[in-house]
Nanobody, 126 residues
Framework: HVQLVESGGGSVQAGGSLRLSCVAS???????????LAWFRQVPGKEREGVVS???????TYSDSVKGRFTVSRNNLRHTLDLQMNGLEPEDTATYYC??????????????????WGQGTQVTVS
């Protein structure tokens, strides 16, 4: 049973930085089992938006809205996923979710493609 727990959200002024972390449990990497990890975000009243995905061997896909400002990383030994967010803008205000899908190649950043979700952590930029 895959469980994802995010941390690191908070409030920051525009131009500032935050680092989100996610710890995954219930994930076992074997010779034929791979997991894609990703970050999504959602603003109340709007659809969930894919931010970035990272494959098990490090291949990344960023949304255009965060490219050049956000950096994703993962540690497969520690089962962690991090998101370094620099140059934050008020438009980045949202609840951020750590998500996972059992796949070698990450699917597109569409919420229905990722079955495992954390509880979310709030990021507020003013």
């Amino acid at each position: 049973h895959v469980q994802l727990v995010e941390s690191g959200g908070g409030s920051v002024q525009a131009g500032g930085s935050l680092r989100l972390s996610c710890v995954a449990s219930g994930i076992t990497y074997t010779h034929d089992t791979f997991y894609c990890l990703a970050w999504f975000r959602q603003v109340p009243g709007k659809e969930r938006e894919g931010v970035v995905s990272i494959g098990q061997y490090g291949a990344t896909t960023y949304s255009d809205s965060v490219k050049g400002r956000f950096t994703v990383s993962r540690n497969n030994l520690r089962h962690t996923l991090d998101l370094q967010m620099n140059g934050l803008e008020p438009e980045d205000t949202a609840t951020y979710y750590c998500v996972a899908e059992r796949a070698l190649v990450c699917p597109p950043l569409e919420p229905d493609r990722y079955p495992y979700w954390g509880q979310g952590t709030q990021v507020t930029v003013s």
